[in-house]
Structures are given as structure tokens and as C-alpha cells.
């Protein structure tokens, strides 16, 4: 009897100390999450040449959140350029939890084509961010939030499908003729020669309010 | 011969059904081709190279377009639905009925182009339409010269001492050079004289240089004038699948607490169970001791 109760008390042991050190992981990770306002230099997509003074950090409205209510996405949103094989970044803070938003793109709310990416899935194949966004339709709202508290509502208009090579970049990041946010994953099979997969899903909304 | 006949017709009813469902994949392609190119964009911009013909306003499928475009600038990109459209230049003010210029272009939806309007007389006025690629090279600049000056001939282009281009022949553009940001000055050389421009390249830019003839109180002379046009490039589109067949990364799978929670109290419960249960036993072995 002496046996199970050293037992017993030895499992309630390491399951406190297991619950404290998962309390205090997950307290680092949320403050990590909070946005880092960086300054940009930043030019307009698609205009002829021009160039933006960069202004005082506090006056940069930068989105930190992405919400998609109908998937249940609520997401940090960081800053992504693009990696020096000419691809679009994505997170690297949250690689698989966060979504990137393209920061020589504008910036949400204003005309052109803002964009941002998230990651389809974990290695091994779990869920990340974007697990479920091909289950968009046309009608659903995306919201941006940014650090000045501003809520940005788009709605999708299309959901497209396109391999990586034949993906209309210029409709994708340098439309300007209305007020757009394109969210883009990965989509098809896993090719493991090239370690990517054979499609990207492109989501195009359009501003509401 | 019964027989030959009921063959043949079993093998004409085949190859028809065959037929019937070729047919119906080629109209379910085509339906959703079309269905893509309604929901996509053209992009055009639009350069005057046309010293002869003036300030112009632009006409696009009969609508205003611009108005006071003059000799020597570029626009912005600007959407257009995919397909096919006729453009039209008429000297300012004058109307879309006066055009000195038509043409129709065909566009190919998610492709950006470049129309030139150029000619020094009427008989010669034309538009040519360049198919642009905006992707960023890398992390490098991407520039591509456009020989549009009338007369002066094939060009060679050169940069910091090398050769970039090698003849260049009039309304031509050149392929797109891909090179570290950076001060330029390059060099236009053609059988009759030798122009500089310079240039500032960023990083992950796309700019175009179009050499065309300079004005002079209003005429054109022989000397080459440059024009330039700088955008951000388009970066490829992202890496956001991940190998399913390498072993989860173990801390960033998420953790679901409540089985453990559950597991505690369920721990917590039977030990708390087996307690009462301990004590009730010798409580009850003392009774019976008493």
C-alpha cells in the first residue's frame, strides 16, 4: 500500500511541475508575440518612380492581427520581404501559428494589393494557420486589425488555384485599381524532389469597410 | 453478315461515346477557362515616343483613358479586364472621332505590358506592345532598354565597361539584365553617337530606360534623350507547405491540456477515494479488534 501511495504522489509531482513549466512557456510565447514595430521605407507597387520619407515609428499604422471568423483563425500577423531566392517570406517568429504580411506591399486599408501568407502545414503534415482556408467562399469576411486599433473588413471574391510558376504575380501583388488583400498558402501534393507542393491558393477580397 | 453488322454498330456506338466525352471534357475546360479570365486583369502602361503627333488624350474601346499625355512619359500600370481592346490616340481635346491612331491589342489575362506609341509621321504612327516580367531576380536589380528613337538606329548598351546589350534594333526592347543594386551609368551607343544615363538600382526593382529622340523648341532632334521608370517587383509566390513525411517538431505541435488536466484530477480523485477507503478499512479492523 506504501508502494502506490509513493507512486501516486510521484505522478501529482511531475504532473505540477509539468503544468507550471507549460504555464510559464506559454506566458513567454505570448509576449514574444507582440508586434515589433520596425521602420520601413516603403514604394508603391506598380507607380512610376517615387520615393516615401519614413516617418516616426508611432505614426505607422502596422497590422498585428488576422481574423477569419468563419475558420476560427485569430493570428499575429509579422513583417515578411522577400528571401534572396526572389520568394515571398514567411513568418519565422511563429513560422506555423503567425501569418506574414508583405511590407514593401501596402499596408492594409490602402489602395493596391495588400497581401499576406501563412503556412498550410507543420512538418508531418499537422494543421498550421492556413489548414483551412481553400473552405473560403465568396461572401466571407477577413478582418485586419492594426496596432492603431483600426478593424480593416474585406470580403473574398475569388478562391484560385495555381502552380508556383504560373501564378499572375501582377494581379496577385500589384493591383491597384481597388482596395484588395490576397491571402496565399500552399496547396496540392508534396513534391519532395523540389520540397515544395504543386499549387499555391490564392484568396482575393476586396475592402469593405 | 448478321453478325459483321452488329460488330460494326457496337463499335460506332463506342468510338461516338468516346467522342461525346472528349467533347464534354473540352467544353468543362473551356468553360472554366473562361470562367478564370472573367475574374482576372490585364495591366498595361503606356509610353509616348511619338514625337509628331503631340499631346494626345487616350481612348480605350471608345472611353477616355488619359487625358494630356505628352511626348516622353510613361504611366502607371493600369488594369484592364483580359481580352481584346482597341485603343485609340487623338490629339488633345479633339475627341476619340479624330484619332490619328488605332489599334487593337489582345491581352493576356495576369500579364503586365508595355504599349509604345511611336512614329515620326502620320503613315508611320503604330503602337508597339511589349509582354513585361516584373518578377524580382534574387535579391538583384532587373533593367531592360527600350531602343524607341527614330533614325538613330541599332544601339549598344554597356555598363561599368561591359557590354550589357549588343544590337539593339529601333522599337525593340531589350532582354531584362539582372544586376547588383547599385549606381550605374550606361552607355547607348549607335553609328552616330555615344549617350549616358545614370541610374539608381534597388534592390528587387524593375527598371526601364527608353531611349528616344530629344526635343528642341518643339521638333525633334538627332540626339538621344532617356526616360526612366522604376517599380517595385513582384517576389514569387511562397514556400508554405511543409515535408509531411520528417517527424513533427515536438514543441510546436500544439499541446491539448485538458486530457491532462482531466488525467490529473482523475488522479487526484482515486487517491483521495483510496484514502477514505484506507482509513474506513482500519477504523473498521479496530471495531472489530474492540
Redesign the interface.
Known sequence: MRKFWSVHYSLLLLLGLALTFSSCGTLSSTSLKTAQPIVTTRQPTGMATSTVQPTAVANIPLPVRLLIPTLGVDAAVEQVGILSNGNLATPTGHPWDDVGWYDLGPRPGERGSVVIDGHLDRPGGYPAVFWNLSKLHSGDQVLVIDNQSHTFRYRVTQVAFYSPQAAPLQNIFGNNNGHYLNLITCAGDWIPSQHQTTLRLVVYTTLIT | MLKIHLVLTAIIRRVLLVLSMLMLTVALFAGMQGR?AA???S?VRIFHASPDIGTVDVFMDGKKLLSNFQYGT??????VAAGMHTLQLAAIGTGVDAAVLTQTLALQ????YTVVALGTKAADLSLHIFADN??????LAKVRFYDMSPGTGVVDVSGQGNMLINGLPYAQASNYVSIPPGSYTFTFTSSRESMRVSVQLKA?TVTSIFAINALNNGATDSHLQFV?????G????????????????QT??P?S?PP??L??LC??S??TI?FFC?ARGKRHTEETHV
Open positions: 478564370a475574374d482576372s486583369w495591366f510613361v504611366t502607371a500600370y493600369t488594369p489575362s495576369g500579364t503586365p516584373n518578377q524580382v531576380a534574387s535579391n528587387w526612366q521608370s522604376q517599380i517595385t513582384m517576389p514569387g509566390m511562397p514556400g508554405t507547405g511543409s515535408d509531411p513525411y520528417v517527424a513533427a517538431e510546436s505541435l499541446i491540456w491532462v488536466i488525467l490529473a488522479s487526484v482515486a487517491g483510496a484506507k
